[in-house]
């Protein structure tokens, strides 16, 4: 539920920040476990909603950790993919490499016996621990939602719209600028809140993609509990940080890199960055410091600039 408070609040950002809103069409849908909001300009709005709405479905149903005939199922039981659904598990298989490990697609028995896919949470032992993370079964929810961004933003582009801004439940693609020609203004929420802390500028086709430890997580014997699991521990990553935000023009590795720097850290997470020339990042830590890498332009806060 507090996912769907974040999406709505992160919603209203969005639309406060648009001029000449009248020309867009725009629409709300719930898919992947979240509310996604998409408004678009240009082209037939209507059609071009009706087909992203459709997409965003069918890539649910494609990529789902449970449905029978989904991509998981099939690696799971060692059947044929499909020559673009094999190129996108070898790209975030590479993802996972170039991360040490911190981003781990294999995870989902762990999740499921930390119990986050069915919000029956339990706190395992080391033993269940070791067990669930030999099974290394397929889970594509941490970089899905950055990826169906990116394909969106394809099938806009094809079909005619040159702005767009597709909310899809706390990651932000945006394609073009405002329609008063500014960059878009995206929100960087406030894990204590539902308001948010700082804003990111970002113009063109980009992916703004956020995970936090306050998006899903459960409370026992006064210890927090969040969704983020170090692949090294097999439990919820300290890594001292709230939240990590990843800006870049590839959905599905923005969405990778959010839950890989936020199992990292800061130092770790920078360094990456540094061996990198395709993503920028800003930290949000526990004790409530933002660092923002220097390609990034924050406003509505002051914080620390992390240089090359
Ligand atoms: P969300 O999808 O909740 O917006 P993320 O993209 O960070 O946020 O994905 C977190 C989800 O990915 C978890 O709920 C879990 O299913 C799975 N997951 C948890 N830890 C990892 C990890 N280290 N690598 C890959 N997937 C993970
Ligand atoms: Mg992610």
């Known amino acids: 539920m507090r996912r769907i408070f974040g999406a709505i609040c992160a919603v209203v950002l969005l639309l406060s920040g648009c001029a000449r809103a009248e020309s867009a069409a725009s629409r709300q849908i719930f898919a992947m476990d979240t509310v996604m909001s998409l408004q678009v300009w240009g082209g037939d709005g209507e059609k071009a909603l009706d087909q992203a709405q459709a997409a965003v479905y069918a890539l649910e149903q494609q990529w789902s950790a449970t449905r029978a005939g989904s991509v998981v199922d099939r690696l799971n039981r060692q059947e044929a993919l499909t020559e673009q659904e094999q190129a996108v598990v070898e790209r975030i298989t590479a993802l996972s490499e170039r991360t040490g490990g911190a981003f781990n697609?294999?995870?989902?028995?762990?999740?499921e016996l930390w119990g986050f896919p069915t919000q029956q949470y339990y706190v395992p032992t080391a033993e269940e621990i070791a067990q669930a993370?030999?099974?290394?079964?397929?889970?594509?929810?941490?970089?899905?939602?950055?990826?169906?961004?990116?394909v969106l933003a394809d099938l806009m582009k094809e079909l005619g719209v040159d702005r767009a801004i597709l909310n899809l439940g706390g990651n932000v693609q945006t394609m073009g600028s405002k329609p008063d020609g500014a960059p878009w203004q995206v929100g960087i929420q406030d894990p204590e809140g539902d308001g948010y802390l700082a804003v990111v500028q970002v113009e063109g086709t980009t992916s703004v993609v956020t995970s936090g430890s306050y998006q899903r997580y459960f409370e026992q014997d006064g210890v927090v509990y969040h969704h983020i699991l170090d692949p090294e521990t097999g439990a919820p990553a300290k890594s001292g940080l709230r939240s990590v935000t990843i800006i870049c023009r590839d959905g599905l590795l923005a969405d990778c890199l959010s839950t890989a720097l936020f199992v990292l850290?800061?130092?770790?997470g920078t360094e990456l960055w540094r061996n990198s020339d395709d993503f920028e990042a800003v930290f949000l830590t526990e004790d409530g410091k933002i660092l923002a890498t220097q390609g990034v332009t924050l406003t509505g806060c002051s914080y620390e600039t992390i240089s090359r």
Not at 105 to 111: G, I
Not at 135 to 145: C, I, N, P, S
Request: glycine share 14%.
């Open 265 to 268: 850290g800061v130092e770790k």
């Open 133 to 150: 993370m030999e099974q290394q079964d397929w889970d594509f929810g941490a970089a899905m939602k950055g990826y169906t961004g990116q």
């Open 105 to 111: 697609p294999r995870l989902h028995s762990l999740t």
